[in-house]
T-cell receptor, first 111, second 115 residues
Framework: KQEVTQIPAALSVPEGENLVLNCSFT??????LQWFRQDPGKGLTSLLL?????REQTSGRLNASLDKSSGRSTLYIAASQPGDSATYLC??????????FGQGTRLTINP | ETGVTQSPTHLIKTRGQQVTLRCSSQ?????VSWYQQALGQGPQFIFQ???????GRGNFPPRFSGLQFPNYSSELNVNALELDDSALYLC??????????????FGPGTRLTVL
């Protein structure tokens, strides 16, 4: 059974810092790894998807990496801004497009 | 191109009642998945519909059921509501025709409160 863990559960940093969010999964037989952003009480916004054959994806100030052998993914956010404050969720796809989510990291960027 | 939409936005029910939640998939998407997200937790997979048939189910009892219609929209039905069913219900759509076909796009969710 796939389990996804995100550490830390909460993170608060000053504006402008570069930061890394961590995601680990127990079963390396995942198809893809997807990172989402969730604002309070809202739905999920897809940020990046890394296919199992890829090692990283980049979009603007975001970079996500995937290491299936170690069961880890990281989301790197460069030059953080207050607008980046949200909960970040990672999810591994177990096949048939079923996503297994971590509990999320609640990020606060302080002006 | 319209995104994933869900209705209603909020809903309050009492224990034992039944509820129907609705989801319209993103244009061109043929697969709909439903997730339950309790407060402070990550979403949990309920089930998925593809070509109007259930195509995978998570660890949820049979009182959670669904439908997919020919236009790919979907309904989630929950019978005999329990207090623990209070959660944000998220719908996600995706397409098996695209590459990467398995990227899922989520709607804004329906907040269900059971009293």
């Amino acid at each position: 059974k796939q389990e996804v863990t995100q550490i830390p559960a909460a993170l608060s940093v000053p504006e402008g810092e570069n930061l890394v969010l961590n995601c680990s999964f127990t079963d390396s037989a995942i198809y893809n790894l997807q990172w989402f952003r969730q604002d309070p009480g809202k739905g999920l916004t897809s940020l990046l998807l890394i296919q199992s054959s890829q090692r990283e994806q980049t979009s603007g100030r975001l970079n996500a990496s995937l290491d299936k052998s170690s069961g880890r993914s990281t989301l790197y956010i460069a030059a953080s801004q207050p607008g980046d404050s949200a909960t970040y969720l990672c999810a591994g796809e177990q096949g048939a497009q079923k996503l297994v989510f971590g509990q999320g990291t609640r990020l606060t960027i302080n002006p | 191109e319209t995104g994933v939409t869900q209705s209603p936005t909020h809903l309050i029910k009492t224990r034992g009642q039944q509820v129907t939640l609705r989801c319209s998939s993103q244009s061109g998407h043929n697969t709909v998945s439903w997730y339950q997200q309790a407060l402070g937790q990550g979403p949990q997979f309920i089930f998925q519909y593809y070509r109007e048939e259930e195509n995978g189910r998570g660890n949820f009892p049979p009182r959670f059921s669904g439908l997919q219609f020919p236009n790919y929209s979907s309904e989630l039905n929950v019978n005999a509501l329990e207090l623990d069913d209070s959660a944000l219900y998220l719908c996600a759509s995706s397409s098996r025709n695209d590459r990467p076909y398995n990227e899922q796009f989520f709607g804004p969710g329906t907040r269900l409160t059971v009293l």
